[in-house]
């Protein structure tokens, strides 16, 4: 599965929720999540442009692969995998063990919109600040599903450039 999505940073979001509303759309739910993100033993993710991902969140525990970026268009594209584990403890023993290290962690805030197919988040991330994500999650039409997105973003009033780099890769260029 592809994740295709478009990130950017926004100054108003009680507008852009004023939007969502205007066009019949209701926050789904909202939720704490907080990510711990490991590095391999055997390459260096950042390197590689992968991530390895323990999310906690009030749904659960959840572990994801993500492959390298691949621009489309003004979004970007990246292969996926998630898998919920009863255990997030464990989880992180079993990665120790194999010599995986914690990299980074990333704490949010976020909103859910969900318009058909196209997911739309805010999130007010700890020493970042507030962006809106556009996601759609596709087999194969990546350029279609960026299309979507920028037309989805167009009706919410985002401006600004696009921003391709991760929550993780802002934090550790801060920290920097």
Same mark, same amino acid.
């Given at each position: 599965?592809?994740?295709?999505?478009?990130?950017?940073?926004?100054?108003?979001?009680?507008?852009?929720?004023?939007?969502?509303?205007?066009?019949?759309?209701?926050?789904?739910?909202?939720?704490?999540?907080?990510?711990?993100?490991?590095?391999?033993?055997?390459?260096?993710?950042?390197?590689?442009?992968?991530?390895?991902?323990?999310?906690?969140?009030?749904?659960?525990?959840?572990?994801?692969?993500?492959?390298?970026?691949i621009r489309?268009?003004?979004?970007?594209?990246?292969?996926?995998?998630?898998?919920?584990?009863?255990?997030?403890?464990?989880?992180?023993?079993?990665?120790?063990?194999?010599g995986f290290?914690?990299?980074?962690?990333?704490s949010k805030?976020?909103?859910?919109?969900? +318009?058909?197919?196209?997911?739309?988040?805010?999130?007010?991330?700890?020493?970042?600040?507030?962006?809106?994500?556009?996601?759609?999650?596709?087999?194969?039409?990546?350029?279609?599903?960026?299309?979507?997105?920028?037309?989805?973003?167009?009706?919410?009033?985002?401006?600004?450039?696009?921003?391709?780099?991760?929550?993780?890769? +802002?934090?550790?260029?801060?920290?920097?």
């Open positions: 599965m592809l994740e295709v999505e478009a990130k950017f940073a926004v100054r108003d979001p009680g507008e852009v929720r004023a939007r969502l509303d205007r066009q019949g759309v209701h926050m789904a739910r909202r939720q704490q999540e907080h990510d711990i993100y490991y590095n391999a033993p055997h390459r260096d993710f950042a390197k590689t442009d992968e991530a390895l991902r323990v999310r906690y969140d009030d749904a659960g525990v959840t572990v994801t692969y993500k492959g390298p970026k489309v268009g003004s979004a970007k594209a990246r292969e996926e995998f998630n898998l919920a584990v009863a255990s997030g403890e464990t989880l992180e023993a079993i990665l120790s063990r194999l290290r914690r990299a980074a962690s990333v805030t976020r909103e859910f919109y969900e +318009m058909g197919d196209v997911t739309v988040t805010l999130d007010d991330v700890e020493g970042l600040g507030t962006f809106i994500e556009i996601e759609i999650l596709t087999e194969s039409d990546r350029e279609d599903a960026a299309r979507r997105i920028g037309v989805t973003a167009k009706g919410l009033g985002v401006d600004g450039p696009p921003i391709y780099t991760s929550y993780l890769e +802002m934090l550790v260029s801060k920290q920097k």
